[in-house]
């Protein structure tokens, strides 16, 4: 069973870090792309990251470009996202989720399987 788990949200305060872990089972991340959404209350779910199967293709959401890195561990089945100097608009559920194609990393459409989301609330 395809099935992704995102851990490591908490309730921070402004300025503090934190870091992501989307781990997979039922198959591996090796072969695939993975991208990290949000979706804050009463807004659309955004694209804030992504890397390609290789990892050699990064991308960023212009509003967290320099605060947030995005890396996998294929040896853990697991692709993090290191986010730091957090601030309070970056409060939302966070979501990743596995690319159609292996090495197309894009913030909009194209991704299937979603794991259930890991809760990020940073206090001012």
């Known amino acids: 069973q395809v099935q992704l788990v995102e851990s490591g949200g908490a309730l921070v305060q402004s300025g503090e870090s934190l870091r992501l872990s989307c781990k997979a089972s039922?198959?591996?991340?090796?072969?695939?792309?993975i991208g990290w959404f949000r979706q804050a209350p009463g807004k659309e779910r955004e694209g804030v990251s992504c890397?390609?199967?290789?990892?050699?293709?990064?991308k960023y959401a212009d509003s967290v470009e320099g605060r947030f890195t995005i890396s996998r561990d294929n040896a853990e089945n697991t692709v993090y996202l290191q986010m730091n100097s957090l601030k309070p608009e970056d409060t939302a559920v966070y979501y990743c989720?596995?690319?159609?194609?292996?090495?197309?990393?894009?913030?909009?459409?194209?991704?299937?399987?979603w794991g259930q989301g890991t809760q990020v609330t940073v206090s001012s």
């Open positions: 890397i390609t199967a290789s990892g050699e293709n990064t």
């Open positions: 039922g198959f591996s991340l090796t072969y695939v792309t």
């Open positions: 989720a596995v690319g159609q194609l292996p090495q197309l990393c894009t913030l909009t459409g194209g991704y299937v399987y």
